[in-house]
C-alpha cells in the first residue's frame, strides 16, 4: 500500500506542469529599452554649407549661388558624421537652390550612397529676402538701423520690403520656375511665409515616405529647415525665430509610428533631434550665424568714423 501511494505521487508530479522559473531581481534591474526602440523612421536634415554669398555677409535667399572651399569643407565634415552614426538613406530631398544640391551630393559622394532617389522642389528653397538680396547684411543695419535689420531678420511674421518684378533676384524673371504659378513666386517671405511654403511638401512629398519606414535625408536651408522642425516639434511661434542651424551639421530624428520624435540623449534646447557633431563647435557655429547682423559698439568714435569702419569691414578692406 506504501509503495503504490509513492508510485501516484510521483506520477502526479510528473504531471505538473512546470512553471517558468522567475529571474534573479538584480539581473532584471540591468535590463533596459533603448530610447529608441520605438522608432520606426528617421529624418537627417542638413544645412547647406557657406555660400560664396555667405562668406560676403549678403542676404542670399533664392539667389542661386554656389559653396565656398569653406562651405565644401562643412558639407563633408556633416557627412563624416552622418557615416559614424551609421545612417543608410533610402531617398532624398533637397531644393532648387545649387548650394544645397551640392552639399547633398557631397554627402552622397562621402558616405558611398550615390545612388540615392533625389527629389528637389522650390518649396524647400530659402526664405525669399526680397528687396534686401545681394545688400551686406551689415550695410543694411547702418542705413535702416540694427532694430529694423532685426525684425525683418528674426521676426516671425514682419517681411522685408518687396523686390521689384523687373528686378533680377525675383524668382518669376528665372525659368527655373515657370511651373510655378505666379501667384506663388514670392516677391518677399518673413518666417511664417516660408513655413506656410514648406510645409505642403513636408506632408505631401516626405511624410509619406516617413510612413512607409523609409530614413530620409533633407539637405535644404536654414528657414525651410526651421519650419519643418517646427512642425516636429510643436514649437511656438515666438520660439522658433530665436532657433539657430549652423551650417553643415546633420540633425538627426528618430520617430515612432504616428511620426512623434524621440527625445534624443544628445539632444538640448527646444529639439528632440540631435546635432551630430562636437557640442562645443556647434554651440560656436551657432553663434557665428546669430551674429551676422551684430555691428561692434564703440563709444569712442564719432558717427562717421564708425560708419566708414563698418563699411570697410563689411567691403572686406
Same mark, same amino acid.
Request: proline share 6%; aromatic share 6%; charged share 25%.
Given at each position: @500500500?506504501?509503495?503504490?501511494?509513492?508510485?501516484?505521487?510521483?506520477?502526479?508530479?510528473?504531471?505538473?506542469?512546470?512553471?517558468?522559473?522567475?529571474?534573479?531581481?538584480?539581473?532584471?534591474?540591468?535590463?533596459? @529599452?533603448?530610447?529608441?526602440?520605438?522608432?520606426?523612421?528617421?529624418?537627417?536634415?542638413?544645412?547647406?554649407?557657406?555660400?560664396?554669398?555667405?562668406?560676403? +555677409?549678403?542676404?542670399?535667399?533664392? *539667389?542661386?549661388?554656389?559653396?565656398? #572651399?569653406?562651405?565644401? +569643407?562643412?558639407?563633408?565634415?556633416?557627412?563624416?558624421? #552622418?557615416?559614424?552614426?551609421?545612417?543608410?538613406?533610402?531617398?532624398?530631398?533637397?531644393?532648387?537652390?545649387?548650394?544645397?544640391?551640392?552639399?547633398?551630393?557631397?554627402? @552622397? =559622394?562621402?558616405?558611398?550612397?550615390?545612388?540615392?532617389?533625389?527629389?528637389?522642389?522650390?518649396?524647400? +528653397?530659402?526664405?525669399?529676402?526680397?528687396?534686401?538680396?545681394?545688400?551686406?547684411?551689415?550695410?543694411?543695419?547702418?542705413?535702416?538701423?540694427?532694430?529694423?535689420?532685426?525684425?525683418?531678420?528674426?521676426?516671425?511674421?514682419?517681411?522685408?520690403?518687396?523686390?521689384?518684378? =523687373?528686378?533680377?533676384?525675383?524668382?518669376?524673371?528665372?525659368?527655373?520656375? *515657370?511651373?510655378?504659378?505666379?501667384?506663388?513666386?514670392?516677391?518677399?517671405?518673413?518666417?511664417?511665409?516660408?513655413?506656410?511654403?514648406?510645409?505642403?511638401?513636408?506632408?505631401?512629398?516626405?511624410?509619406?515616405?516617413?510612413?512607409?519606414?523609409?530614413?530620409?535625408?533633407?539637405?535644404?536651408?536654414?528657414?525651410? #529647415?526651421?519650419? @519643418?522642425?517646427?512642425?516636429?516639434?510643436?514649437?511656438?511661434?515666438?520660439? #522658433?525665430?530665436?532657433?539657430?542651424?549652423?551650417?553643415?551639421?546633420?540633425?538627426?530624428?528618430?520617430?515612432?509610428?504616428?511620426?512623434?520624435?524621440?527625445?534624443?540623449?544628445?539632444?538640448?534646447?527646444?529639439?528632440?533631434? *540631435?546635432?551630430?557633431?562636437?557640442?562645443?563647435?556647434?554651440?560656436?557655429?551657432?553663434?557665428?550665424?546669430? *551674429?551676422?547682423?551684430?555691428?561692434?559698439?564703440?563709444?569712442?568714435?564719432?558717427?562717421?568714423?564708425?560708419?566708414?569702419?563698418?563699411?570697410?569691414?563689411?567691403?572686406?578692406?
Amino acid at each position: @500500500m506504501a509503495l503504490r501511494a509513492a508510485l501516484l505521487t510521483t506520477t502526479a508530479c510528473a504531471l505538473q506542469p512546470k512553471l517558468p522559473t522567475r529571474a534573479p531581481s538584480a539581473r532584471r534591474s540591468t535590463v533596459r @529599452m533603448a530610447w529608441n526602440d520605438q522608432a520606426t523612421c528617421k529624418v537627417c536634415f542638413v544645412r547647406h554649407g557657406q555660400s560664396e554669398w555667405n562668406a560676403k +555677409n549678403l542676404f542670399t535667399g533664392w *539667389a542661386d549661388v554656389p559653396l565656398t #572651399i569653406l562651405g565644401k +569643407n562643412e558639407a563633408a565634415a556633416g557627412a563624416t558624421w #552622418i557615416w559614424k552614426e551609421g545612417l543608410e538613406f533610402d531617398v532624398a530631398y533637397t531644393s532648387e537652390l545649387k548650394r544645397a544640391q551640392q552639399t547633398l551630393k557631397l554627402v @552622397m =559622394d562621402i558616405t558611398g550612397q550615390n545612388d540615392l532617389t533625389v527629389h528637389k522642389s522650390w518649396r524647400l +528653397n530659402e526664405r525669399m529676402y526680397g528687396a534686401l538680396q545681394g545688400l551686406n547684411k551689415k550695410e543694411t543695419v547702418l542705413k535702416y538701423g540694427d532694430d529694423q535689420v532685426q525684425l525683418w531678420r528674426r521676426s516671425f511674421d514682419t517681411p522685408p520690403p518687396p523686390c521689384e518684378l =523687373d528686378s533680377e533676384y525675383w524668382p518669376g524673371n528665372d525659368n527655373k520656375y *515657370a511651373h510655378v504659378p505666379e501667384e506663388d513666386v514670392p516677391r518677399s517671405e518673413c518666417l511664417k511665409d516660408t513655413i506656410d511654403r514648406t510645409l505642403p511638401y513636408w506632408d505631401g512629398a516626405i511624410v509619406p515616405a516617413l510612413k512607409r519606414g523609409k530614413t530620409v535625408l533633407i539637405a535644404a536651408h536654414g528657414n525651410s #529647415i526651421r519650419g @519643418m522642425v517646427k512642425a516636429l516639434d510643436n514649437i511656438g511661434d515666438s520660439e #522658433i525665430v530665436g532657433l539657430e542651424i549652423p551650417t553643415g551639421v546633420p540633425l538627426l530624428y528618430h520617430l515612432d509610428a504616428d511620426l512623434k520624435p524621440l527625445k534624443d540623449p544628445r539632444s538640448f534646447g527646444l529639439l528632440s533631434g *540631435a546635432f551630430l557633431g562636437d557640442p562645443e563647435e556647434i554651440k560656436a557655429a551657432q553663434e557665428k550665424v546669430a *551674429a551676422q547682423t551684430k555691428v561692434e559698439d564703440t563709444s569712442v568714435e564719432s558717427e562717421e568714423e564708425g560708419k566708414k569702419r563698418i563699411l570697410e569691414e563689411a567691403r572686406g578692406v
